[in-house]
């Protein structure tokens, strides 16, 4: 099983340093053709493929990152992926990922989508385009997992379709940036 931390799937050179404005209007992507994807997972998804699989499935952590980067390609984006179990790293993170240019987030954050403030507050701030992915469809499963912290401010939320929802998730949030 992997370790958590990052996990970088293409590399890549920084393209900003400063944290954007999130009052700024200006678009973020002048080059809509050279735009950069974050995926990021949160605590318990480094253990995907051995992780409840009756929940989660049988796809790890590792094949999730090489399918969502192929479908990246595809799409002629890079993506690059990281997995935390802190949430204070979850949020630097985050930080990190605006100050560095990155046009948009997939996230899954696990548990902390049901508990973290921190977290939310965290992507309103740096104003990163991002949509919300669950691998189980929460909504099922126990009520305190339907309340999520992050929804309303999300583009969007894909929940229930297994590992498959990252790349839709991918699919979708690029048709929003090339618009
Ligand atoms: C993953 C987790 O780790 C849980 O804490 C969430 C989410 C659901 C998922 O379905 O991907 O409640």
Do not use: K, W
Not at 26 to 53: C, F, K, S, W, Y
């Amino acid at each position: 099983m992997p370790p958590p931390g990052d996990l970088t799937c293409r590399n890549l050179t920084p393209r900003a340093t400063t944290l954007r404005d999130p009052a700024d209007p200006t678009p973020r992507n002048p080059m809509p053709q050279d735009l950069t994807i974050a995926v990021v997972n949160g605590p318990n998804l480094n253990l995907l493929g051995t992780r409840e699989p009756h929940i989660y499935g049988a796809t790890t952590l590792q094949d999730l990152h090489n399918d969502v980067t192929e479908a990246g390609q595809e799409l002629g984006v890079d993506v690059v992926c990281h997995q935390h179990n802190g949430e204070g790293e979850l949020v630097s993170l985050i930080h990190d990922l605006a100050r560095t240019g990155v046009d948009g987030v997939i996230i899954n954050a696990g548990a902390y989508t049901h508990t973290s403030v921190a977290l939310r507050d965290a992507l309103a701030a740096t104003a990163l385009p991002f949509v919300e992915v669950h691998i189980s469809n929460v909504y099922r499963r126990e009520p305190f997992r339907h309340h999520s912290y992050l929804s309303d401010i999300a583009r969007g939320v894909i929940v229930g379709l297994g590992t498959r929802g990252y790349e839709l998730a991918l699919i979708a949030l690029v048709e929003q940036l090339r618009a």
